[in-house]
């Protein structure tokens, strides 16, 4: 059975930092890409971040700088630093794993940025 569950969401006020993180399993995790997503209310789902397998990353223009993706396979996780947060940062973070045929989402884990 596959998981993949988030954790690391809260609230903080702007120019604050979240760490989320992102377990997955019952998958050869090295073996996938991974990216972070995020859906605000009455928007789209969007892409954050990804890191292929062999850690190649990329970036949504409008967090290029403030935030990181990182890996470990040895834990199976994957990792998102999210420094200098801003208002516009407030949605519900999805973790995906996918490897072309097969995609995994979790539940998400919300992040609010707030005075």
């Not at 993949?4 to 996938?32: Q, T, W």
């Not at 890996?71 to 994957?78: E, I, P």
Request: aromatic residues 8%; charged residues 15%.
């Amino acid at each position: 059975q596959v998981q993949v569950v988030e954790s690391g969401g809260g609230s903080v006020p702007p120019g604050g930092s979240l760490r989320l993180s992102c377990a997955a399993s019952g998958i050869m995790f090295k073996l996938y890409a991974m990216g972070w997503y995020r859906q605000a209310p009455d928007r789209q789902r969007e892409l954050v971040a990804a890191i292929t397998s062999g850690g190649s990353t990329n970036y949504a223009d409008s967090v290029k700088g403030r935030f990181t993706i990182s890996r470990d396979n040895a834990k199976n996780a994957v990792y998102l630093q999210m420094n200098n947060l801003k208002p516009e940062d407030t949605a519900v973070y999805h973790c995906k794993a996918h490897n072309g045929r097969l995609a995994y989402w979790g539940q998400g884990t919300q992040v609010t940025v707030s005075s």
